[in-house]
Every structure is written in C-alpha cells, then in structure tokens.
C-alpha cells in the first residue's frame, strides 16, 4: 500500500511541475505523439501511413482534434525504443526527429514490444481446457524466476534515458505517458479468449506490472502519467462488442488482434485530452 501511494504522489508531483499545456500566443499547439501500435491504431481506418499501420483515428489524432492542435504523428506498429533514436524497418525516419523546441506537447506510449508482451500473450492460446496444454505462467515462471517480470526491469532505464532526450530535445514541451489497458478481465473468459484463467490472470498482471515501471519513470522523469488500465476496465476484450475498447485474438471490428479499437481511441483521446489541460 505504501508503494503505491508513494508511486501515485511521485506521478501526480510530476504533473504538477510540468503544468497543463496552454494555448500559445502564435498559433496551435504542437503537439507530437511517439510510440507504438498501442498509439498508432493498426487497422483502425483511415490507414495514413502503410508501413506503420498508422490510423488517422487513433488517440494522438482525437487528442490533437480536441485541443485544436498541430500534430506530427510518428507513432509506428512494431516500434520499441531504439526506433526513438535510429530508422525503423531501416527506412522510417527516427521519431525523435519530430521533437523540436516549439514543441508543446508530446505524448508516450512504448514498452510493450521492448518486454515481448504481445508475442507472450500469443503464445498463452490453449486451445483446449486444462490440463490438456501447458499454462504460459508456468512455462514464464520456471525456475522461480519470472521472465517477463525481468524483461520489464530491464526495459526501466532505457525507457527513463528516452524521457530525458525527448526533455532535452523539446525542452517547453509538457511530456505525458500513455500506459496500456485493460485487456483482459480478471480469470478470463475462455474459450471466447482461449486462454486458461491463470494464464489470463498472470498476463493482466503483468501488464500491470508494465504499467507501474512506467508511471514510476515518468514520475522519475519529468512526465505525467496516464492511466488507461483503470477507465478501460469493463471495455476489455471479453466485453461485449458494443462496450469493448481493446480487440482479443478474433477482432469484433477493423482493428488488429489485442490492439485498441476506434472506441478504445475515441475513449483514450479524451483521457489524454483531460490529462494535458
């Protein structure tokens, strides 16, 4: 409890020192949004970037529309935090090359690809009811050591070293990191998601887990974290279609499998909106 309640007064400390973002005196507000697929909308049309699978709906776009901003969107599909600095796919320009100090605000979301969560989340698929499989929390906690849990540590100061470049390359610029949501509810809803309740259990979790390095690098970093874990439970993929912000394996609309949905961007765009004024 204390852990927590420290981590929340570190994050809301950090919002307080780098103050809501204003309206500048010659014109719209710059604003650039990096990251992932979490952020660019894989599949959401309309596509406005083919090798990034960027969607013109996505959360930066509704963000941008509702504090009547400039946008460069350089969010990327696949994105991990080296392609911050160098060229994605050897051809998509660095993300920071966007950044700049006229920038007002920046948006965050990476850590997801860097830690292999997505492709952890696919291997959890069982088919077939237990015990005829394999849990993935037992094959990920072998040994008495969990694997994602160490690959999230070890992405703690690679992302907290971005925070400081993005603050060194857009110094006016009010930094704020989006984290992941609620993708799966609390044992699941096998098979409508084929994944074992404790596997369900662990890998939600683990997003959690995901979740609290980044608020605690923000914090530690000059950032305001935003949380989309808590206003998307209820949304996740074992709700149903009409309610559901975040796609399972079988999307329910155009959008890529465990990946937000133009409901979840719309819902996620306000939460950023909310969060930058």
């Not at 509810?185 to 084929?194: A, E, F, S, T």
């Not at 912000?245 to 937000?260: K, N, Q, R």
Request: with cysteine; glycine share 10%.
């Amino acid at each position: 409890m204390r852990r927590t309640s420290l981590l929340a007064v570190g994050v809301l400390v950090a919002g307080l020192l780098s103050g809501p973002v204003v309206a500048r005196a010659d014109g719209p507000l710059e604003y650039v949004a990096l990251g992932d697929s979490s952020a660019a909308g894989p599949l959401i049309p309309p596509q406005v970037d083919v090798p990034c699978l960027r969607s013109g709906a996505n959360y930066p776009h509704v963000a941008a529309g509702l504090l009547g901003a400039q946008l460069k969107d350089v969010t990327c599909s696949g994105a991990v935090i080296p392609d911050f600095s160098g060229k994605q796919f050897g051809f998509e320009a660095p993300q920071y090359d966007a950044l700049g100090p006229t920038t007002d605000l920046v948006t965050v979301a990476i850590g997801g690809n860097d830690t292999g969560l997505v492709a952890a989340a696919l291997s959890c698929i069982n088919l077939l009811p237990p015990p005829a499989g394999t849990s993935c929390k037992d094959r990920f906690t072998a040994g008495g050591q969990d694997q994602l849990a160490a690959r999230i540590a070890a992405t703690a100061a690679p992302f907290g070293q971005a925070l400081d470049r993005i603050h060194q390359l857009a110094p006016n610029a009010r930094i704020l990191v989006t984290g992941y949501g609620t993708y799966i509810r609390p044992n699941g809803c096998y098979p409508v998601i084929p994944v074992w309740p404790v596997d369900a259990n662990y890998l939600q979790a683990t997003i959690d887990h995901l979740n609290t390095m980044l608020a605690t690098q923000a914090a530690a970093h000059g950032a305001m974290y935003v949380d989309l874990r808590t206003p998307s439970i209820g949304h996740d993929a074992c709700a149903p279609v009409a309610s559901r912000w975040l796609e399972g394996l079988i999307p329910t609309s155009a959008a890529a499998p465990l990946h937000p949905s133009a409901k979840g961007m719309a819902a996620f765009g306000q939460l950023v909106t909310a969060a930058a004024q």
